[in-house]
């Protein structure tokens, strides 16, 4: 008998699968970088802020390609042509699509440096001069600063038969010298003259301040000074070209975790072989090139024409971080107001947090309030004499960690202190790898996570002993245990001492460092599937109470959406007429307000001065409002491959101060945009509204709250 709710629901979800009602996850992210491009185009931003977003859209486009870019190629170069992307294009159709994206934005981002932050610094009396600007004076002081300071460091590198073209340092700044040969016949480069390649130290400052007689600061580029004063380097010679270029190379790792007798050691191995993996771009400097040099550098790199940038502005703005940081100690006034992170409002600075947690669960709001509590609470229970266990998770922690301080201490003291330390955090496994042996040495036992998985979770646990009873505190949190970018990343901590959140925290503990069979929880819901399935759920109980009582609501904010499976029950509840607002910051492969499809799905993106990293999920539920935090994005990796955390907030008032969180970032209408039915994100019109900009608002708040207590 054939089954017609079956059937039914399968001719909904294969129409629920047509690619036009899906981003391509690339191209959405390349949306994102604009979005970030677009805030140092707007001229309510600080000037010094400008420029910092300007090499953040420069540090993302070169992560984008060393693992997005690349591992397509890798695609390409399987022959490998499927359309099994959601939006239904082949990795050709990707890399071509994503080659015609890039290189509009980095026209505007070149255009953006060159003819408007440039001169704005430039009435700033700040100057980027070049070296026919120089004074007599200057150009003394470049010469000898290059005798000096830089001579000494360079290594010219001869490109011939007996030494051939040199495997160049990812990310690393070069140039190409082009030295006149008597004889007329081409060198074996193909190029007329000779060929020696220079690495531009990065050991040294990017830029150079000149010495000025005024109240200017003026500087010049290092690559400029070297290009200039190259001759000093092949003597004998006469330089005919000097070309600038940058290679950007595939930086991800492939581990063979199952073969390997120890994880470290092969991490290791595989760290000493990213910085040379194969060219997947390559920048060259418009007035600083040569087109014979250009056609070579193809040729070694096998690098294809739409993955070469010509561009007017210096090469990798990322120098931009460290001299917006050199700038602002002369002009203050350019920057951004500083904020100081401030004292929770459910914590008072004399009041100790273990005995605060055994009174009422904490919930902080970072970095609006200060990550110091989650610090003190690792710092304090090493000390405490009570104290039996530490237990905790670190993905990414910063350089010198007091975190990391704290749980040595906590060894040194005696205490078990068990430590996951992800060595397969990307970008951070070699700082991961000494942190890991560090923490081994103090007596820690560290462990590092399961095969195949890498542990996006973050969470701790102290078990401590008062009075002959157990007592057990657990922080779980939306972000890294790491108090630099606490300062400049939206995360939520949450800590609580309830029984079945320490029982939970245990039995996770065990089953990441023993061999046990995956446990049940009482509250947490634990990936890979587990959350998967648990928001599919609480979807489709979002749809049950709809059709009962006509309120249904949704409200999820997070980094990414890139799951098929959750996109599909969303465009599903959407059908079934629930309200669904979405914070997504960056890729969002759903596309809303299709009709008949997502018409009832809003989709934006904040970005701000504070990247939005919280992840936080809201079912109404008819009134029983559900509230969830989460490590994990609803992203296919994050469901399936990685070992996350989704944890429920069960109290009404922090349930209540999350929701108005929330409804305060869909106010905004300063920093938000919208996503429209064809996948373009456009600024919200404020019309008669009044301006509401979230950041600005959680920050004033911050300082309120602090007012009110004193």
């Known amino acids: 008998m054939v089954n017609v709710e079956k059937l039914d629901r399968m001719d909904k979800e294969n129409e629920l699968t047509n690619p036009a009602y899906y981003n391509n996850r690339e191209l959405s992210w390349l949306a994102f970088n604009q979005r970030v491009l677009e805030e140092a185009i707007d001229k309510r931003n600080a000037l010094l802020e400008r420029l910092k977003f300007l090499a953040i859209f420069s540090s993302n486009l070169d992560e984008f390609f060393m ?13 490998f042509n499927k359309r099994e992307n959601k939006a239904g294009l082949t990795p050709k159709q990707q890399l071509s699509a994503i080659a015609i994206k890039n290189h509009e934005l980095i026209k505007v981002q070149c255009e953006t440096y060159m003819h408007t932050l440039l001169p704005l610094l430039k009435k700033e009396q700040i100057n980027f001069i070049s070296i026919k600007e120089l004074t007599t004076h200057q150009h003394e002081f470049l010469e000898s600063y290059f005798i000096d300071q830089v001579f000494p460091v360079l290594t010219p590198m001869a490109v011939d038969a007996y030494r051939p073209f040199p495997i160049l340092l990812n990310k690393s700044l070069n140039l190409a010298v082009v030295l006149k040969e008597d004889r007329e016949e081409q060198q074996v480069t193909g190029i007329k003259g000779r060929l020696a390649i220079v690495q531009v130290p990065a050991v040294l400052e ?10 200017e600061r003026s500087f010049v580029l290092l690559e400029e000074v070297i290009a200039h004063f190259i001759q000093q380097l092949f003597n004998g010679y006469e330089v005919a070209s000097v070309t600038q270029f940058r290679i950007t190379r595939n930086a991800d790792m492939t581990i063979h975790e199952e073969g390997a007798r120890d994880l470290l050691k092969e991490i290791e191995k595989e760290l000493k072989k990213r910085k040379w993996g194969a060219a997947v771009r390559l920048e060259v400097k418009a007035s600083y090139y040569d087109e014979q040099v250009l056609a070579y550098l193809k040729q070694v790199l096998d690098i294809h024409t739409k993955d070469v940038y010509v561009v007017d502005s210096p090469l990798d703005l990322t120098m931009l971080f460290s001299f917006c940081d050199k700038i602002k100690v002369t002009h203050e006034h350019l ?24 009174e009422q669960d904490l919930l902080f709001h970072h970095p609006y309030e200060s990550f110091e509590p989650v610090v003190d609470f690792v710092a304090d229970a090493a000390e405490d004499s009570d104290v039996l266990a530490i237990k905790q998770t670190l993905y990414r922690v910063s350089g010198d960690s007091p ?32 942190w890991a042996k560090e923490l081994e040495k103090a007596g820690c036992h560290v462990i590092y996570g399961m095969t195949h998985l ?6 701790t646990l102290v078990v401590r002993k008062r009075h002959n009873r157990i007592e057990r505190f657990v922080h779980l949190g939306t972000g890294n245990y790491n108090d630099a970018t606490a300062k400049i990343y939206t995360d939520i901590s949450y800590l609580t001492s309830k029984r079945q959140f320490g029982i939970d925290a245990t039995n996770f503990f065990n089953y990441l460092s023993g061999y046990t069979q995956k446990p049940s929880y009482h509250h947490l819901s634990v990936a890979p599937f587990d959350i998967r ?12 109470c709809h059709q009962k009582h006509g309120n249904g609501r949704i409200i999820a904010k997070m980094n990414s959406l890139t799951d098929k499976v959750l996109i599909m029950k969303l465009y599903e509840a959407s059908q079934a007429g629930v309200s669904i607002d979405l914070i997504v910051r960056g890729t969002c492969c759903l596309r809303p307000k299709i009709k008949g499809v ?15 990293h919280s992840r936080i999920y809201t079912f109404h539920h008819n009134g029983e409002k559900k509230v969830y935090f989460s490590s994990a994005d609803m992203m296919t990796r994050n469901m399936v491959k990685r070992v996350e955390i989704l944890f429920p907030i069960l109290e009404e008032p922090l349930k209540n101060r999350t929701l108005k969180w929330l409804d305060l970032m869909l106010e905004d209408n300063i920093k938000a945009r919208e996503q429209d039915a064809n996948g373009n994100y456009y600024y919200l019109q404020q019309g008669r ?14 300082y309120q709250v602090m007012e009110d207590e004193e």
């Open 689 to 702: 509204q009044e301006a509401v900009d979230s950041q600005k608002i959680f920050r004033q708040l911050a």
């Open 206 to 215: 990017r830029y150079i301040e000149l010495p000025t007689n005024s109240l």
């Open 67 to 79: 693992v997005r870019v690349a591992g397509i190629k890798d695609q390409v170069k399987a022959s």
């Open 533 to 544: 399935d648990d928001f599919l759920a609480l979807i489709d109980k979002e749809i049950v």
């Open 598 to 612: 997502s018409e009832n799905i809003r989709v934006r993106s904040i970005i701000g001065r504070f990247l939005e």
């Open 454 to 459: 890498k542990t996006h979770s973050k969470i």
């Open 403 to 434: 975190v990391i301080k704290a749980l040595q201490r906590a060894a040194e003291n005696g205490k078990q202190v068990t430590v996951l330390v992800e060595l397969k955090a990307r970008f951070d496994e070699e700082k991961n790898v000494q």
């Open 335 to 358: 920057g951004v107001e500083m904020f100081i992170p401030q004292p929770p409002q459910d914590l008072a600075s004399d009041e100790d947090i273990f005995e605060k947690l055994l």
